[in-house]
């Protein structure tokens, strides 16, 4: 098997694609612009990588209060020091960074509406 996608139920899918588009760079692929909304995000592969949508009468994971290691959304980064300040701008918060003895360089952030955020440039690619 292939690994498809993840999906995740947030608050507002308009605002959450809107910043994932213009600022990580993903492409709408597939939208459905009634309830629940669901919107279909691919990397710049072409390959699709996650799911949104909005199910109010389901749970809406607030990932404020939980580590960023229990759930993180990764991007490969080729330089991750001037992404994190770019998305900071953008209104992303910074958590942590971790620089390996390999020469990788890992930054964990939060998106704006909480959701960590990983920015991964690898020394070794996978």
């Known amino acids: 098997m292939v690994f498809e996608h993840f999906a995740l139920n ?5 605002a959450v694609v809107s910043w994932y588009v213009e600022n990580i760079g993903l492409v709408v692929v597939d939208e459905q612009n009634e309830p629940p909304f ?3 995000l ?3 592969t ?3 990588v996650v799911e949104l949508y909005h199910r109010p009468d389901e749970t809406i ?3 404020t209060d939980k580590h ?7 991007f490969v980064s080729e330089n991750a020091q001037e992404d994190r300040l770019r998305l900071e701008k953008q209104g992303a ?3 942590e960074e971790v620089k390996k003895a390999d020469g990788s360089h890992l930054v964990m952030m939060r998106d704006p509406w909480g959701m ?5 440039q690898r020394a070794i690619k996978f």
């Open 46 to 48: 072409g390959r699709v």
């Open 42 to 44: 691919a990397d710049s």
């Open 61 to 63: 994971t607030d990932f």
């Open 10 to 14: 947030v608050t507002d899918v308009t």
């Open 38 to 40: 669901m919107t279909f």
């Open 93 to 95: 918060s910074f958590f």
């Open 116 to 120: 960590p955020l990983q920015l991964c």
């Open 68 to 74: 960023p290691l229990i759930f993180h959304v990764a």
